[in-house]
């Protein structure tokens, strides 16, 4: 079972409002990542980290969307002025750093519902 | 971009038959790896099976795939279906090391007894 630890699991917010989710990652993990998880079960990346420094994201996530990954502190993501669209689950993932390509393993994510 | 198809959105198969999920891929990158995620309902994606040897069988679980990137694929596979395997099915390519997952679009695999 994952050891990737997000909260709130669920989360209800109005339009225009902040919301904010917080990921811990399995012990020893430097790599997390975002995901947005929609209605129809697709998958968006949003962001990565290793350590505490931003490796990719992608242009959502560059203007309405913030995250960070401080040390010795649960990494996070905030949706700064939240939208109908932006429901949806919000899966965090860590991975072990490796020569090879590691597995990402999830946290039980946080559902959004903007009403 | 990298793309993931998968074929069939629901697969329904009876207890102890065959069952075999499709995914094809798009990249440009020469070294990847691919990855099926298994869903259970209200539960977080867990690996199922990674590789990313070309032509090399890999099993976990009753399940097995076999990366050939010579028909850019990597089907799922299973002789004998059990209830307990009814869950979302995601393949997922990766052509970074410590890059992001690119999923494909799921497959619902429904057992019946």
Known sequence: NSKVIQTPRYLVKGQGQKAKMRCIPEKGHPVVFWYQQNKNNEFKFLINFQNQEVLQQIDMTEKRFSAECPSNSPCSLEIQSSEAGDSALYLCASSPRGGNYAEQFFGPGTRLTVL | ?113
Do not use: M
């Not at chain 2, 990366?67 to 299973?78: G, I, R, V």
């Open chain 2, 1 to 113: 971009g990298d793309s993931v198809t998968q074929t069939e959105g629901l697969v329904t198969v009876t207890e102890g038959l065959p069952v075999k999920l499709n995914c094809t891929y798009q990249t440009t990158y020469l070294t990847i790896a691919f990855f099926w995620y298994v869903q259970y309902l209200n539960e977080a994606p867990q690996v199922l099976l990674r590789s990313s040897t070309d032509n090399k069988r890999t099993e976990h679980q009753g399940f097995h795939a076999t990366l050939h990137k010579s028909s850019s694929s990597f089907h799922l596979q299973k002789s004998s279906a059990q209830l307990s395997d009814s869950a979302l099915y995601y393949c997922a390519l990766q052509t970074q090391v410590v890059g992001q997952l690119t999923f494909g679009s799921g497959t619902r695999l429904q057992v019946y007894a």
